[in-house]
């Protein structure tokens, strides 16, 4: 499955913020491992957010997720 981050994004950040070109197969290695780590973080704070009957996920509760696995 193709990750849903845009690579072109990708690139741009690691252009702008490094200096430096990152190949096409890179961005899509990193955006998969981005797209994994937001799920994680989304589920935890969907979980959370349910958790204090809401139906929207807050601030608070991806603050909640770095306080919890320092992410």
């Given at each position: 499955m193709m990750p849903k981050i845009p690579k072109a994004v990708l690139?741009?950040?690691?252009k702008d913020k490094f200096g430096i070109a990152i190949s096409d197969d890179a961005a899509d290695?990193?955006?998969g491992m981005l797209e994994k780590k937001a799920t994680s973080i989304a589920r935890y704070a969907v979980k959370r957010a349910q958790q204090k009957k809401r139906r929207m996920v807050t601030e608070d509760d991806?603050?909640?997720y770095k306080l919890r696995f320092g992410g």
């Open positions: 690139k741009k950040l690691v290695a990193l955006a991806i603050d909640s």
